[in-house]
């Protein structure tokens, strides 16, 4: 009886551990999913404008020559904004003490992309101040 007992229990315990090692593969297949899309969202052309369109806000703000030579995308910082959206970091003149945080998220009238949010480092913010830029 001790026996049967035992082999019913451990078909429950492989049972269960199946269960469980499925659901974190799939949970992993999903996020991976998710990652390659967030991807071909950013590295679209119609992101690639919008962020430009960004950039070249700051550099419009600048009393002298432009002073936001480049910017580089931080694929390794993307990630789904709670809030919706997907969220990127954006390095600037290749210093990584400077950068921009942006929500990219899709407009539910014209379902384009939009930029609905950002963040600046303190030490980009403290050189753009430097620099003659005001920004609002």
Same mark, same amino acid.
């Given at each position: 009886?001790?026996?049967?007992?035992?082999?019913?229990?451990?078909?429950?315990?492989?049972?269960?551990?199946?269960?469980?090692?499925?659901?974190?593969?799939?949970?992993?297949?999903?996020?991976?999913?998710?990652?390659?899309?967030?991807?071909?969202?950013?590295?679209?052309?119609?992101?690639?404008?919008?962020?430009?369109?960004?950039?070249?806000?700051?550099?419009?703000?600048?009393?002298?020559?432009?002073?936001?030579?480049?910017?580089?995308?931080?694929?390794?910082?993307?990630?789904? $904004?709670?809030?919706?959206?997907?969220?990127?970091?954006?390095?600037?003149?290749? $210093?990584?003490?400077?950068?921009?945080?942006?929500?990219?998220?899709?407009?539910? $009238?014209?379902?384009?992309?939009?930029?609905?949010?950002?963040?600046?480092?303190?030490?980009?913010?403290?050189?753009?101040?430097?620099?003659?830029?005001?920004?609002?």
């Amino acid at each position: 009886m001790m026996t049967k007992r035992l082999k019913i229990w451990l078909v429950l315990l492989l049972v269960g551990a199946g269960i469980t090692a499925g659901g974190a593969g799939y949970m992993k297949y999903q996020e991976h999913k998710e990652r390659e899309v967030m991807l071909e969202i950013v590295k679209s052309e119609e992101v690639s404008r919008l962020l430009d369109e960004e950039i070249n806000y700051y550099n419009s703000k600048s009393t002298g020559p432009a002073i936001i030579d480049n910017y580089t995308i931080d694929y390794t910082s993307l990630r789904r $904004n709670p809030m919706g959206g997907i969220s990127v970091k954006l390095i600037i003149n290749n $210093n990584s003490r400077y950068f921009i945080r942006y929500v990219i998220n899709t407009n539910a $009238n014209t379902g384009q992309y939009e930029s609905t949010g950002n963040v600046l480092s303190v030490d980009l913010s403290h050189y753009l101040e430097k620099n003659g830029v005001s920004y609002e």
